[in-house]
């Protein structure tokens, strides 16, 4: 499979420079000292224990939450509809009452589109995610894995640059989810955009990124950053082995057991 370019350097899309976040005024911080650029076209995985702040640090990037120390600098220009980045949840959170190309055509709304437009647009996603055949079936008339396809079209429709995803398959059986990661990396080789998956799965990180960062710690921060070869890998070749044994380490708050810069080329992965 032929992927995008990951970037280089003057492409990037995000730049978080030392990012903390506390609800209660300084005392107890969730996030502390974050920093992380992020290059256009790059696919991250944000990986980390559950509980740790991905989700909040997902927040903080498209601005729903303002940090309370540091800066957060998105460069990607907004879409024609004024959307630079779109966000895909762990439940596709699909209005029941509206049909499969209705739900995707939610974001185009309110934005001076004409039904056409947006219709074409919506129906444009579907195509791309493998469910323009469903266009006008009901939520409930989908599986949860057809559901998340939707999730993701809802995402894609608005054009936007950056794409955050928040554990989208987390909930899925291991069969659905080894499709849609297989179905997301060829959206994502198709559109080229900069994606920024969260994740407590190794394996799913392996998988999906070409680029793994690790958040764990109390207050969170940036543990490690790495930068993995290209596709296909094998799972059991000894560097992609030492790579795991230094992504568990990191993510239990361990000291690295590599004995490498934290970021690094794993070109035999």
Do not use: C
């Not at 502390?32 to 997902?58: C, E, M, Y």
């Not at 008339?141 to 429709?157: D, K, P, W």
């Not at 044994?245 to 035999?268: C, F, H, N, T, V």
């Amino acid at each position: 499979m032929a992927m995008p370019d990951r970037g280089t350097k003057g492409d990037t899309m995000v730049h978080l420079s030392d990012i903390g976040l506390s609800h209660d005024r300084g005392k107890n911080f969730i996030l502390r000292h974050v920093d992380l650029t992020i290059d256009k076209g790059q696919f991250v995985a944000l990986l980390g224990p559950s509980g740790v702040g991905k989700s909040t640090l997902l927040r903080v990037i498209m601005g729903l939450t303002p940090p309370t120390e540091g800066q957060v600098s998105l460069t990607p220009p907004a879409s024609p509809i004024g959307r630079s980045t779109a966000l895909v949840f762990q439940d596709a959170k699909l209005m029941p009452w509206r049909t499969v190309r209705q739900n995707v055509e939610l974001g185009l709304e309110g934005v001076g589109l004409s039904r056409a437009h947006r219709h074409a647009r919506a129906m444009a996603s579907l195509e791309l995610v493998g469910l323009a055949d469903r266009a006008d079936r009901w939520p409930r008339q989908l599986s949860g894995g057809q559901r998340q396809r939707v999730g993701v079209a809802r995402a894609l429709t608005v054009e936007p640059d950056l794409l955050l995803m928040d554990e989208p398959f987390g909930a899925l059986d291991a069969i659905t989810r080894s499709a849609l990661q297989d179905e997301l990396l060829r959206i994502w080789a198709q559109t080229h955009k900069t994606v920024l998956f969260v994740t407590h799965d190794i394996d799913e990180a392996l998988i999906l990124a070409d680029r793994i960062i690790v958040l764990s710690g109390h207050p969170a921060s940036v543990r490690g950053d790495f930068m993995v070869g290209l596709r296909p890998r094998d799972r059991s070749s000894p560097a992609t082995q030492a790579l795991v044994e230094r992504l568990k380490a990191l993510i239990a708050g361990e000291p690295d057991p590599g004995d490498r810069p934290a970021y690094w080329q794993a070109s035999e992965i």
